[in-house]
């Protein structure tokens, strides 16, 4: 009798635990912390990662312990394209890139670094919330399961610098190399400026300046300062022929997973992450041109409707990987 009844009481135990685990939503699980994976290819100083970390920082307090977001800046994790694979396989939870290392898998993203597409800043983010990148977003979540949560991570406006030659037409770009990344539409659209086209790693771009490998470069004015190309280049020319933004996609498999009340905390920190991004850039893009000036640099102001005139058959030579109209769609976003 007196075993029975021990029996019976841990039944009884084990029962009330059971009972007590499903009446507090599985406790014990919802108290374990998920430790989530964000990679960005830029410096840790740089907006853009300041930005990510405000995103963990939000997560982070918000999640009620659920998620942990450990940021990895410069490329830790391996670069953008293989960071978007592992993405894919969910051995990283989410990455910041370019819209053209993402459009190594889903080519239409690549519409976004069209030279001359965009008006000025208030068309780049209509565009870039617009429903045309969300289908393109859709095509990629549904082929690649990586799901796209912003497309509005301003990178910056490109121009073109220059070692020892003022340019304010095309024409004067003739014979010139000038370095441009490894990608079909950045090629065209310096071959397009006027220039012969000279891919050359990122890694590598300061010391192909100084060892005069390429005559000039265009990136945006935070990336001229911050990796000292003033001391390689004496003109910038503010041709402003790309205005960029970067993504923040994640693991469709994982973001799914969430709880409905940890993806309005994620989608709240993205939200802030994008203007802290964005006020940032704006401000360091002014900054900073001041800066380069003061360093001795010379500003520039070319014919940039020339320049417009050159580049307008880009997106023609990229209608088969875009879209016949994709590119119209975009231009037309008021």
Same mark, same amino acid.
């Given at each position: 009798?007196?075993?029975?009844?021990?029996?019976?009481?841990?039944?009884?135990?084990?029962?009330?635990?059971?009972?007590?685990?499903?009446?507090?939503?599985?406790?014990?699980?919802?108290?374990?912390?998920?430790?989530?994976? =964000?990679?960005? #290819?830029?410096?840790?100083?740089?907006?853009?990662?300041?930005? *990510?970390?405000?995103?963990?920082?939000?997560?982070?307090?918000?999640?009620?312990?659920?998620?942990?977001?450990?940021?990895? #800046?410069?490329?830790?994790?391996?670069?953008?394209?293989?960071?978007?694979?592992?993405?894919?396989?969910?051995?990283?939870?989410?990455?910041?890139?370019?819209?053209? /290392?993402?459009?190594?898998?889903? #080519?239409?993203?690549?519409?976004? @670094?069209?030279?001359?597409?965009?008006?000025?800043?208030?068309?780049?983010?209509?565009?870039?919330?617009?429903?045309?990148?969300?289908?393109?977003?859709?095509?990629?979540?549904?082929?690649?399961?990586?799901?796209?949560?912003?497309?509005?991570?301003?990178?910056?406006?490109?121009?073109?610098?220059?070692?020892?030659?003022?340019?304010? *037409?095309?024409? @004067?770009? /003739?014979?010139?190399?000038?370095?441009?990344? @490894?990608?079909?539409?950045?090629?065209? *659209?310096?071959?397009?400026?006027?220039?012969?086209?000279?891919?050359?790693? =990122?890694?590598?771009?300061?010391?192909?300046?100084?060892?005069?490998?390429?005559?000039?470069?265009?990136?945006?004015?935070?990336?001229?300062?911050?990796?000292?190309?003033?001391?390689?280049?004496?003109?910038?020319?503010?041709?402003?022929?790309?205005?960029?933004?970067?993504?923040?996609?994640?693991?469709?498999?994982?973001?799914?997973?969430?709880?409905?009340?940890?993806?309005?905390?994620?989608?709240?920190?993205?939200?802030?992450?994008?203007?802290?991004?964005?006020?940032?850039?704006?401000?360091?893009?002014?900054?900073?041109?001041?800066?380069?000036?003061?360093?001795?640099?010379?500003?520039?102001?070319?014919?940039?409707?020339?320049?417009?005139?050159? *580049?307008?058959?880009? #997106?023609?030579?990229?209608?088969?990987?875009?879209?016949?109209?994709?590119?119209?769609?975009?231009?037309?976003?008021?």
């Amino acid at each position: 009798m007196k075993k029975q009844m021990i029996v019976l009481l841990a039944l009884v135990l084990v029962f009330s635990f059971t009972v007590s685990s499903f009446a507090n939503g599985g406790q014990e699980q919802g108290d374990k912390t998920e430790v989530v994976k =964000f990679s960005t #290819p830029v410096a840790p100083d740089h907006p853009n990662n300041v930005a *990510a970390l405000k995103f963990a920082e939000i997560v982070n307090a918000e999640s009620g312990g659920r998620l942990k977001v450990e940021v990895f #800046p410069a490329n830790q994790l391996g670069n953008v394209k293989d960071v978007i694979e592992l993405v894919m396989t969910g051995s990283v939870h989410m990455y910041m890139g370019g819209t053209s /290392e993402t459009s190594l898998f889903q #080519p239409e993203f690549a519409v976004m @670094d069209c030279p001359y597409l965009f008006r000025d800043y208030d068309h780049l983010m209509k565009a870039a919330e617009s429903d045309v990148v969300q289908e393109i977003s859709d095509k990629l979540e549904k082929n690649r399961g990586v799901k796209i949560l912003t497309a509005q991570i301003y990178y910056g406006t490109r121009h073109l610098t220059t070692r020892d030659k003022a340019i304010y *037409a095309p024409s @004067d770009l /003739e014979g010139m190399l000038v370095r441009a990344p @490894d990608q079909p539409v950045y090629l065209e *659209a310096v071959r397009a400026m006027g220039a012969t086209p000279t891919p050359v790693a =990122f890694s590598d771009l300061y010391m192909a300046l100084k060892q005069g490998v390429v005559d000039g470069q265009e990136n945006p004015i935070p990336t001229i300062y911050t990796y000292k190309y003033y001391e390689a280049q004496k003109y910038i020319m503010l041709t402003g022929h790309m205005r960029r933004v970067n993504v923040i996609g994640a693991s469709s498999v994982w973001y799914n997973s969430l709880s409905e009340d940890l993806k309005k905390v994620v989608d709240k920190a993205i939200d802030e992450a994008v203007k802290l991004n964005n006020d940032l850039t704006i401000k360091q893009e002014a900054d900073m041109l001041k800066d380069l000036k003061e360093l001795g640099m010379e500003v520039i102001e070319p014919d940039v409707q020339a320049f417009f005139e050159a *580049a307008k058959d880009v #997106p023609a030579k990229f209608e088969k990987q875009w879209g016949k109209d994709t590119a119209r769609r975009i231009a037309e976003i008021r």
